[in-house]
């Protein structure tokens, strides 16, 4: 696959405020074709070059007209995001991409291989405003939504970059930087347009959505015709300890919260995951432990236990191993499914938003 990028980005370098083909759908790309007297096997045509060949430019969909080409570079980019840093580690096969918006806002996007996967975990805002008192991301605020293509095109970039070592991509999560629930409607247009069964035909059921806990998306997230699955993001089982960690906590108290997922369950019948960044003396002891069970027994779950990653200017510690599997074990001994899911790509910028907050520094954005 031919990734030289280099005739489309000189044609499209001056428009910084293109539209995106990836914010297409299939219908929007038909109904683009038509509005220029190009039949609808041209749009079915294109839908194909970009997901299901995944090439990185117009110049090599070569079963175009060259003035459809022309025309296509000059109203929609096929490049919304530039990379400008990338990193990778053989300890735990991860690779970490910064991304450069063509308004030059930076994201981050991860690219983890496992035996039996690869996964690519992707951002859907540049900063977030729910201020999590433990994440890089959190400490910077808002800056903006992540478009749909935006968010299309972490996935197919990084598609591309998986196949390119030979692994297929086969899972994704919104566990990057932003609230997914903050940016609905272009999340779930992301969900559809991945989910396109004559495109990328990503299966929904390997689609991660993970929320704060923003308590009436969960709910409008259950009559969505997608089955994409559900993470919630608790770390603590109090409203005390939460709201001092999750500051939304205070507008959706957890017993809201776990109300809110067990009528998710009800109408989905599907396992919900609960991810628990685990911080030494601040929610790791055997009564923290013993009360996140009380407050889940009964529900069709399964608790995530992520041993959590210092970030500079956050004043909490990561747990000993010893401290993460006495954990895990008080849970699954109180009838919790648990297991301790080890952050990637630690030797190469631990937390999430940290590579981005570096950049900034750095004075490089
Ligand atoms: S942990 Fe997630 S929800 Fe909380 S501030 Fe960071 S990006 Fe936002």
């Known amino acids: 696959m031919n990734t030289d990028l280099t005739p489309t980005i000189q044609r499209q370098a001056r428009k910084a405020d293109l539209t995106s083909i990836y914010d297409f759908s299939r219908v929007d790309l038909e109904a683009w074709c038509a509005a220029r007297a190009y039949p609808a096997y041209r749009a079915r045509q294109i839908w194909g070059w970009l997901y299901r060949q995944r090439v990185g430019s117009y110049d090599e969909m070569t079963n175009l007209p060259g003035a459809l080409r022309?025309?296509?570079?000059?109203?929609?980019?096929?490049?919304?995001?530039?990379?400008?840093?990338?990193?990778?580690?053989?300890?735990?096969?991860?690779?970490?991409?910064?991304?450069?918006?063509?308004?030059?806002?930076?994201?981050?996007?991860?690219?983890?291989?496992?035996?039996?996967?690869?996964?690519?975990?992707i951002s859907c805002q540049v900063g977030c405003a729910v201020g999590c008192s433990f994440c890089a991301t959190g400490m910077g605020g808002l800056q903006r939504n992540l478009t749909t293509g935006e968010m299309v095109y972490q996935v197919v970039d990084m598609a591309r970059r998986a196949e390119a070592r030979g692994r297929p991509l086969t899972n994704l999560v919104?566990?990057?930087?932003?609230?997914?629930?903050?940016?609905?409607?272009?999340?779930?247009?992301?969900?559809?347009?991945?989910?396109?069964?004559?495109?990328?035909?990503?299966?929904?059921?390997?689609?991660?959505?993970?929320?704060?806990?923003?308590?009436?998306?969960?709910?409008?997230?259950?009559?969505?015709?997608?089955?994409?699955?559900?993470?919630?993001?608790?770390?603590?089982?109090?409203?005390e300890l939460r709201s001092s960690l999750v500051p939304i906590n205070d507008r959706w108290p957890v017993a809201d919260l776990i109300a809110a997922v067990r009528r998710y369950i009800a109408k989905t019948h599907r396992r919900v995951s609960f991810e628990y960044a685990l911080m030494t003396g601040v929610n790791?002891?055997?009564?923290?432990?013993?009360?996140?069970?009380?407050?889940?027994?009964?529900?069709?779950?399964h608790v995530n236990v992520i041993p959590y990653n210092p970030t500079p200017g956050a004043p909490y510690e990561r747990p000993t191993r010893e401290g993460v599997e006495r954990f895990v074990s008080v849970l699954t001994d109180a009838g919790i499914p648990a297991t301790i899911r080890y952050s990637r790509g630690l030797d190469i910028t631990a937390a999430c938003g940290q590579l981005r907050a570096d950049q900034i520094a750095a004075g490089a954005s």
């Open 70 to 121: 022309e025309l296509l570079a000059a109203e929609l980019s096929i490049l919304p995001l530039e990379p400008v840093r990338e990193l990778w580690t053989d300890v735990d096969e991860t690779l970490k991409l910064l991304y450069r918006a063509r308004d030059g806002q930076l994201i981050e996007t991860v690219l983890m291989f496992y035996p039996d996967r690869a996964t690519v975990c």
């Open 174 to 239: 919104m566990m990057g930087m932003g609230e997914p629930f903050h940016n609905y409607a272009a999340t779930m247009r992301f969900v559809g347009i991945l989910n396109d069964h004559d495109g990328f035909d990503f299966g929904a059921r390997r689609i991660t959505i993970s929320t704060s806990g923003i308590v009436p998306f969960i709910d409008r997230l259950a009559d969505e015709p997608y089955q994409v699955n559900l993470a919630v993001s608790i770390h603590a089982a109090s409203d």
């Open 284 to 301: 790791s002891s055997d009564e923290h432990a013993l009360e996140l069970a009380g407050r889940l027994r009964g529900l069709l779950c």
